[in-house]
């Protein structure tokens, strides 16, 4: 017990690369956050237009990045002891007050956005205070993030004291700082490198639960709305982009990105994988939203310009995040595939351009073949490599 508040090193011990997974309270930990992403999910749902989607954009962001910090610091350090079970409990309720003022975030509720924000980060800054105490290696990198998510947590305090539209200023500085910590780290995040076993495991369980919320747009609409031939087609499409979505996805993850820092020290490529899902992950949710729409609309009627376009920019998105991924090889390296995800972006682009007039399920019957041939693709050129390789 005499170690309950002192964290330790998880990372830099080859022995563990196959033993290092996700703990129980990481799993506990990401609940709060399938509640915050569906408090994003309904904001964008009753505001569609393009200012809702500006807004939904500017509320995601701290949500994702206060999930990014702990589970980057989890990933470092021990996830077991004392005191980080108790730091990351009140973690747990800072966002979920963080999710309790979503709804309002940029309104009436943006001071308790604001504080619930800060409060989660200075808990952050409190684990690295702690870590850069009691971890000698870890001290130059630890003390320099606890100073830069200070400063920014700091910013965020003050800003709840501030009027709009100052405080929204403040919340821009603050997260320039935040993502600005880790990016003038590099030097420092050389001796460690995160781990490349349980990283992709937590960012695919955050890509699964933001998969989940498309999940539940599918199932809200088909239960809210009368069953109709057409409407039924377009729930069965709707699941077919959220199914090749986690398809393209997952067939393709893997720890390239951290082991291209540890073996090339190459930090800009795991810079790279981790800032590139910021759009993936804001583009699934968006696409959720879009399908939701879709299946309680008019089936006879055409969509309108607000909910044709947030439809077709959520596939955009995660389609090119997507081929950015595979471009710069953080996931399964192969440019083909990146040719063909930003190839079959633009054509749901077109779509997007011509698709005006369209019926509902013809436009989502659309974009879900597009999404469904990037999958047979994939199953094509595996079996060719592996045809070659007999």
């Known amino acids: 017990m005499k170690n309950w508040w002192q964290p330790q090193l998880r990372i830099g011990d080859e022995t563990e690369a196959e033993q290092r997974r996700v703990t129980w309270m990481e799993l506990f930990y990401d609940l709060v956050y399938v ?8 904001n964008l749902y009753e505001n569609s237009s393009i200012t809702g989607f500006i807004s939904f954009i500017a509320l995601f962001i701290p949500v994702w990045w206060s999930w990014i910090g702990t589970t ?3 990933n470092r350090f021990d996830t077991d002891d004392i005191g980080h079970r108790l730091l990351t409990g009140v973690q747990i309720l800072a966002i979920a007050a963080l999710a309790v003022n979503i709804h309002y975030g940029l309104g009436k509720t943006s001071v308790g956005f604001a504080l619930a924000y800060a409060a989660s980060r200075f808990v952050l800054v409190v684990e690295y205070a702690r870590a850069a105490k ?11 993030y606890a100073k830069g998510f200070a400063i920014a947590a700091g910013l965020w305090f003050i800003s709840a004291f501030i009027p709009v539209p100052w405080r929204f200023v403040l919340w821009g500085i603050a997260m320039i700082i935040d993502f600005a910590t880790p990016l003038t780290a ?4 050389m001796g460690l490198i995160p781990h490349p076993e349980h990283l992709p495991e937590r960012f695919g ?15 809200d609409g088909v239960a809210e709305q009368q069953w109709e031939v057409k409407s039924a087609i377009a729930a069965v499409f709707g699941f077919a982009i959220a199914f090749t979505l986690w398809w393209m996805y997952f067939e393709n993850i893997g720890s390239s990105a951290i082991l291209a820092v540890r073996n090339e020290g190459n930090v800009r490529t795991f810079n790279t994988w981790l800032y590139t899902h910021l759009p993936l992950v804001i583009g699934i949710v968006t696409t959720g939203v879009a399908v939701e729409h879709v299946l309680l609309g008019n089936p006879n009627v055409a969509l309108p310009t607000a909910e044709r376009w947030l439809l077709c920019v959520g596939v955009i998105l995660c389609l090119f995040a997507l081929g950015i991924l595979h471009r710069t090889g953080v996931i399964k390296h192969c440019k083909v595939r990146s040719g063909y995800r930003i190839g079959a972006a633009a054509v749901v682009l077109l779509v997007g351009i011509v698709g005006e007039g369209w019926l509902p399920v013809v436009k989502i019957g659309i974009i879900a073949l597009v999404c469904i ?16 390789n007999t």
């Open 35 to 42: 509640v915050a992403v569906a408090q994003l999910a309904h």
């Open 72 to 74: 980057l610091y989890a």
């Open 134 to 144: 009691h971890i000698p290696v870890a001290r130059p990198l630890a003390s320099y």
């Open 186 to 189: 590099s030097h420092l995040q």
């Open 205 to 219: 369980l955050f890509t699964i639960i933001v998969l989940g919320e498309a999940i539940v747009a599918v199932v």
């Open 373 to 388: 041939s990037q999958v047979i693709q994939d199953l094509s050129q595996s079996r060719a490599f592996a045809a070659l």
